[in-house]
């Protein structure tokens, strides 16, 4: 199964809708800011990633990434934070689907 890891992973998938499963361990910074827009899956850890968003709002990461996996169809999933298979960061996916490069 193929996976997102690390924060810009994810939100790239999320707004792709890539994502099945969103993996979130604790200890995120309480204060680690996202940006999102009115789509459900317009979400953003810098808000000039979502440049058809005429103004993307600041929101909690945790809040932003939950929101995006919900209205996308995703699961989301707390996992331990202190074992070598954590996400990057402490966030993760498992993608539905891969985007095929051509080659």
């Known amino acids: 199964m193929d996976a997102a890891d690390g924060p810009r992973a994810t939100v790239a998938a999320l707004r792709l809708a890539q994502v099945s499963d969103l ?3 604790e ?3 309480a204060g ?3 940006w999102i827009g009115p789509d459900l899956s317009e979400v953003a850890l810098d808000p000039a990633d979502l440049p058809a968003v005429a103004h993307p ?3 909690g990461r945790v809040d932003a990434l939950i929101r995006a996996a919900l209205g996308t169809g995703a699961a989301v999933h707390s ?3 202190d074992v070598p298979e954590s996400p990057t960061e402490r966030v993760g ?3 539905r689907y ?6």
């Open 23 to 25: 993996l979130l361990a």
């Open 27 to 29: 200890g995120i910074p």
């Open 32 to 34: 680690a800011p996202a």
């Open 57 to 59: 709002i600041r929101a």
């Open 79 to 81: 996992v331990p934070a």
């Open 93 to 95: 996916a498992l993608l």
């Open 98 to 103: 891969t985007l095929s490069t051509p080659g």
